[in-house]
């Protein structure tokens, strides 16, 4: 059983950067393609990015690609997503997911998740 738990969020303002840190235990990273989602309060889980098990490939929820970063470094079991110039509208729980078959961006898609880290922006 693969456990997921991210860390690095926090209360920043508008305008500043945080890097979100996912570590995985129980299994080996590299076994899976990995992503990130984020759910803000009243709406449905949203799509940021992913990557594959290689790290060679990387893919971005819309509007996501210009301020959101995700990497990820297997041999410390760790995935990453470097948000920059965050927005009250980044505000959200940010969850890392290990991903099995079908689409990157449906959450239907992954079968591990963490508990997710809470990030909050203000004006």
């Known amino acids: 059983q693969v456990q997921l738990v991210e860390s690095g969020g926090g209360l920043v303002q508008a305008g500043d950067s945080l890097r979100l840190s996912c570590i995985a235990s129980?299994?080996?990273?590299?076994?899976?393609?990995m992503g990130w989602f984020r759910q803000a309060p009243g709406k449905e889980r949203e799509f940021v990015a992913a990557?594959?098990?290689?790290?060679?490939?990387?893919s971005y929820g819309d509007s996501m690609k210009d301020r959101f970063s995700i990497s990820s470094d297997n041999a410390k079991n760790a995935l990453f997503l470097q948000i920059d110039s965050l927005k009250p509208e980044d505000t959200a729980v940010y969850y890392c997911a290990a991903k099995g078959s079908g689409s990157v961006a449906s959450p239907d898609s992954y079968f591990y998740w963490g508990r997710g880290t809470q990030v909050t922006v203000s004006k």
């Open positions: 129980g299994g080996t990273m590299s076994s899976f393609a």
């Open positions: 990557i594959t098990s290689t790290g060679g490939y990387t």
